[in-house]
C-alpha cells in the first residue's frame, strides 16, 4: 500500500486539543506549603495543583473567600500542568498618593515614584554584577566582593565596628 506525501504530513500533525494554551479559572485552596489549587472551565479535575510564574503576593483569606480568578497558561497545552501567570482583576490596587502600587505587601515592595525600592530575602540577598558582588545575610553579615573598592563621602566617611581590623 503507497502511502502519498500528502497523507504522511497528515499523520505527522498532532491533533489540536480541546483546551487552549491560555485559560481563565480560579484558586480553588491553597494547602498547608502554600501550592494553589486550581480550577478551570473544561479541567479534567475539580482541582489540579498549579505552578506559580508571578510575582503578585498570594491572595488574603479574605480574597480566597471569593475564589480569586487568575491567568493561566498551560505548559505545552497539558491541562495538567497549569502555570498562573497572573491575578484577574477589575482594576489597578492603588496606593494613598493615587500612585500605581505594584506590590501590596509592604514587605515586598517596589515604590513608584522611586523612593522605596524593597528586597526580601529569607536566608540572603546577592546582588552580582561581573567581578562583583553584595551579599546580605540573615544573621546580620554584609559581605561585599570586588577587584577595586572605592569608598566616598561628601561629609564625614566612618567605619565603626565593636573591633576593625585592616589587613
Avoid at 515592595?109 to 523612593?115: H, K, L, M, Y
Avoid at 554584609?142 to 565596628?161: C, F, M, Q
Wanted: with cysteine; hydrophobic share 40%; aromatic share 4%.
Amino acid at each position: 500500500m503507497a502511502i502519498s506525501m500528502s497523507s504522511r504530513r497528515r499523520a505527522a500533525i498532532p491533533e489540536a486539543t480541546s483546551f487552549d494554551t491560555v485559560q481563565v479559572g480560579h484558586i480553588v485552596r491553597l494547602d498547608e506549603g502554600g501550592r494553589p489549587y486550581v480550577h478551570f472551565q473544561n479541567a479534567p479535575r475539580a482541582e489540579i495543583v498549579a505552578r506559580v510564574g508571578t510575582g503578585d503576593p498570594e491572595p488574603t483569606p479574605e480574597e480566597m473567600e471569593s475564589a480569586p480568578k487568575v491567568l493561566l497558561t498551560l505548559e505545552g497545552g497539558d491541562p495538567l500542568l497549569p502555570i498562573i501567570v497572573g491575578f484577574v482583576r477589575g482594576r489597578f490596587a492603588r496606593s494613598a498618593s493615587k500612585e500605581v502600587a505594584l506590590v501590596s505587601d509592604p514587605a515586598r515592595s517596589i515604590d513608584v515614584n522611586g523612593r522605596a525600592l524593597v528586597f526580601e530575602g529569607r536566608e540572603e540577598i546577592v546582588l552580582r554584577c561581573g567581578l562583583g558582588s553584595l551579599t546580605i545575610r540573615a544573621n546580620g553579615q554584609i559581605v561585599i566582593k570586588g577587584t577595586r573598592l572605592v569608598s566616598r563621602a561628601s561629609e564625614t566617611n566612618k567605619i565603626r565596628g565593636a573591633s576593625v581590623q585592616i589587613n
